[in-house]
């Protein structure tokens, strides 16, 4: 769901209505007043018949979310209230809306039938509905999670995070601030729980606020402890001292749930905690710079997931996800997992099997959730019955696999056979989707509901049979025995032979061509008909419930065995893909290391197309841990630097790897600070935001490092982009973080000789006549030139700009300039700016422009200026006699006015 600024109404918010107010009402209304006060931060959906309704504010509040006509109801000595109402068969739709919009909606139904009812029908709440929370397959993504999250704390934080809809449950702590806008941006949270005094999270979410003794740590020790039914929460991997926040989450997290789901939650599993070391932490720039999960301009491009997303399942779709989200760091996990992908690789047919198999089992964890919470219809628990049928096919084509490979997600492979011949010899293959609508429970299952099926079968064909005897009887060809609700079974006659009606038959109904009869035997066997119907519906609303809570009572080895499904869609999902595009697998090493050899990016090699796209080399190294890459716009920098993030965040979830040979060193965090952006909402610019970005890398990285970096100062002006380029490359440089830093800075080629282990590269172009060719190729020196202008005429500026441009561009590469100095220049050749060394008097290091390039006709001019200048940089200034000086002024003003 989209996250939004709307923070759940509490309790504070709206003040409940008092005893007081129901004085005069209607007994309905009396009974709204009381539920809705026990529910006053949700809009209270009021079963009324075959409409949820809405009254007072949350009307008034409703149609407007929901653009609903505002109506008003009687209300007794009183006057009208507002009304609003949705029709039950529609109810999703609209709580889908509002969920969207970060409201909460609690479901009240009517719980006895209003034909029995003695007085006002019974109504209570059955279940609250949240942003967070929710349950419906129709209300959820089945691709992502779903999680609700609590925090407590104020630096560092306790996390507790819940995905409902299938049970997960996990605990992280997270250091500061800003790993916390990190962590929820990557969770992408549907809902955040926090104490009401605390200050909201950074970022834009669905706030739900509980007072602030919800979140303390010894109540959530024993909640935790209750919940599971365990001692204490030591078996969960907690400490009490050490693990305080992650309590105090976890009890207001449970307290919550218990908050909104009445009815209980068990297929909850017990919580898994994350601790440091294992997983790496990808920080928001990075999952937004490599569009790992979601492109960069929406609706344009795709993602790194879109490329690798073929798994079958949508749990494994989900678990792929997560894992692109938190890469291992742990060397000796991530080679079990190339293991389990190479064996699929070089087993085809093994895969194509196993891929088959896959290919009917449903969401087992969703399922399982609905099951178990009672929320299952028929249709769901057949879906059930049918993946689990599909399991131990599953389990059969991963035979003959290596033991040692696939070893952890075949462990204790529990195919559920009795589960699934308990829902088979149970539910009727053609069952519908209601309860209400019969048929559900299959025949053979219940001797019970067979015989009552017979005795209606038996009173249906007699009343079938009827007809035929009515019509040879009397004579009337066109009689007819029909059924609705209101009347129930009756003779239709039309006008025509209405002489012909037997005195006996009552006249029941008048149509416009015809009329309506009952006769008393017509009477009776209907009585057998609804009598049968109604305790066949009771009966077998009584065995489904029976069936379901068996089913639900094994909701443990459901989440067991969809877990080792995803796992096995997930590795069977990155084989295909590495066949498919001639992925290669990585070796993982210890070493300070990334050795990639043709390396591809997964994605725009994709959009161009294999044989368009040009692969690239790439090595650092204990010799090489900083990489100057240098090369005009278009050329491919960018391209280069998030290759080689891809390809090390593929190794490190067990992928194999777009290249023709790859190894890399494990590293603890991949950094990328590639292209430009602002924050208007938070008051940052470009240039501020590309600082703190930079400043997060700089406090983070480490030697086990990969940092990518592009345009590192553009945001500024020249003398301050260089300086600040040049000492982040200095600091990381001296950090041994391995680092690529792209730039049109040429003046940073020049750090390749002074650091010892940094080396320029640059990515190549041709020039043929006025044009360029962008040839994509990483070559190593640094590149002298930034084709600026060229790029501009691709890019379609109108020739009369080009043309400016070009002269400008000559004006500013000829310097040092006459007596009118540089001001002088640029009114005569257009405005722009120097770089930082040309503007100290030092030569840029540039070559002369090339014939036939802008600035040719000043090429001698140039070279004397640079000869004159490598002069007075060798002058000893502490020797040099007034003289000497003023000689050395002249010979610098004859030029400059030359």
Known sequence: MTPARTPARTPADTPARTPADTAGSTPLIRQYLEIKSRH?????????????????EDAEEGSGLLGLTLTSRNNGGKRDIPLAGVPVKAVDEYVSRLLEAGRRVAICEQLEDPAEAQGIVRRDVVEIIT???VLEDRLLTAKRNNYVVAIAGRVPFGLAIVDLSTGEFELRAVAGEADLRDELGRLEPAEIVVPEESAHPPGAWHLTTRPEWRFDAEQGEERLAAWFGVASSVGFGLDAARDALLLAASGALLGYLEEVRPSGLDHLRPPRVDRAGRIMFLDEMTRRNLELVEPLRPGEGASLLERLDRTRTPMGARLLRRRLLRPLVVADEIRVRLDAVQEFVERPEVRRR???????????????????????????????????????????????LEAGRLADPRTAFDPLADVAERVREAIDPDTPHALKDGGVIRRGFSPELDELRGVRGNAVDFIAGMQLRERDRTGIDTLRIGFNKVFGYYLEVTKSKLDRVPGEWTRRQTLTNAERYLTPELKEWEGRVLGADDEIQRLEARLFQSVRDEVGAEVGRVQSAAARVAEIDVLACLAEVAEAEDYVRPALTDEVLFDVEEGRHPVVETAVGRDRFIPNDMRLDDERRTMIVTGPNMAGKSTVLRQAGLIALMAHIGSFVPARRARIGVCDRVFTRVGASDNLAAGLSTFMVEMTETATILHGASERSLVLLDEIGRGTSTYDGVSIAWAVTERLHELGARTVFATHYHELVGLAESLPRAAAFNVSVREEGRDIVFLHRLEPGGSDRSYGVHVARLAGLPAEVVGRAARI???????????????????????????????AGFPAGQASPAPGSPGDEDATDLEAARELLERLARLDLDRLTPLEALNTLAEWKAFGDA
Do not use: H, K, N
Request: net charge neutral.
């Open 40 to 56: 006053p931060d949700s809009l209270l959906f009021f079963r009324v018949g075959d409409f949820y309704e809405m009254f007072f």
């Open 131 to 133: 942003p967070g929370t």
């Open 354 to 400: 196993v891929r088959r198999a896959l290919r009917p089992i449903r969401d087992l964890e969703r399922l399982a959730a609905r099951i178990a919470t009672g929320r299952a219809g028929p249709r769901e628990l057949l879906g059930l019955g049918l993946s689990l049928d599909a399991l131990p096919g599953l389990a059969a084509a991963l035979d003959g």
């Open 809 to 839: 561009l000559r004006v500013l590469e000829s310097g040092p300039w006459g007596a009118g100095g540089r001001g002088a220049a640029l009114a005569e050749g257009g405005m722009g700016q120097l770089s930082l060394f040309e503007a």
